[in-house]
């Protein structure tokens, strides 16, 4: 399964220009299970996730952060919303999303959106997560990570039974496949919260990858990003241990979207591409 995690920088920048060229990155990628973060919806019924489901011949799901306004002040428009979004070779069997806790003065209404994909022989948890970007702000990003795991097990222990065509109660990993969960932690791998993924058997797929090769998803070649700090690496595909036969196992890992698409570069931040084992 090649998994593809992304920020797509919601409307700052050129975005209609970026919209073709991160629809031109998806299509090379040809990826079965993509998470997105920062992704826009219009008044006039247009949604960026939409629109790439539809040209790619993907499913799709989306979901609305939690305060608008405070993302709306930035670009002066109050007519178009942010929001999560999962597309997907396979249906959407169910999504929910969970508004992330923080402090008002931090609040801008990131969330977590939770989807279960029905991919043949099992259906797949997948998950895909915006954290808090406040600076110094790893006490917060803590207590979210504590909540999305909560939500990510809600997922594990909850199936489809296909049978009855209703969400079933039943043992966890009733899916052979591991939950995989995706999205922009705005921490590095050393930080603390994002140890508690590790601690919880969230592997961080880059941690199998070559050494040497490039990982930060945000890097100061690329002209969106402000400043002269040094290469980050804040994105992560993170699976769950592995089910029977090694599902979920991470086979390969690198980066995309780290160069323009005919001199339009994408966003702001590279995307991270993974291929799982199965399903």
């Known amino acids: 399964m090649r998994v593809v ?23 090379e990628l040809r990826p079965d299970a993509v998470g997105l973060q920062e992704v826009w919806a219009a008044d006039d019924g247009g949604n960026l996730a939409e629109w790439l489901a539809g040209e790619l011949g993907l499913h799709w799901a989306w979901a609305a952060y939690g305060a608008p306004e405070r993302w709306q002040r930035r670009i002066g428009d109050d007519r178009v919303v942010i929001g999560a979004a999962v597309l997907s070779r396979w249906p959407v069997l169910e999504q929910a999303a969970l508004r992330l806790p923080a402090p008002a003065a931090l609040d801008d209404g990131r969330i977590a959106l939770r989807t ?8 797949v948890p997948f998950c895909t997560v915006h954290l808090t970007s406040a600076p110094h702000a790893s006490a917060v990003r803590r207590s979210q990570v504590t909540a999305l795991m909560d939500f990510v097990d809600r997922t594990v222990d909850r199936t489809v039974d296909r049978t009855v065509g209703r969400n079933a109660d039943r043992p ?49 070649a ?8 040094p290469p980050q690496r804040v994105d992560y595909v993170r699976p769950g241990p592995p089910g029977p ?3 979920g196992r991470v086979r390969a890992v690198r980066r995309a979207g780290d160069a323009p698409v005919d001199g339009v570069w994408p966003s702001d931040h590279f995307a991270v591409v993974a291929d799982l084992e199965g399903p």
């Open 222 to 229: 690329n002209p969106h990003i402000t400043g002269d700090g």
């Open 116 to 123: 279960t994909l029905d991919a043949p022989g099992h259906p």
């Open 5 to 27: 995690t992304w920020n797509l920088w919601w409307r700052f920048g050129p975005w209609a220009e970026r919209q073709k060229a991160v629809l031109a990155v998806l299509r």
């Open 245 to 247: 036969g090694g599902l």
């Open 172 to 220: 966890r990993r009733g899916s052979a496949y591991p939950p995989v969960l995706t999205g922009d932690f705005n921490a590095g791998p050393g930080t603390d919260e994002v140890r508690l993924l590790t601690a919880r058997g969230f592997t961080d797929a880059w941690d199998l990858a070559d050494p040497a090769a490039p990982s930060a998803t945000l890097d100061p």
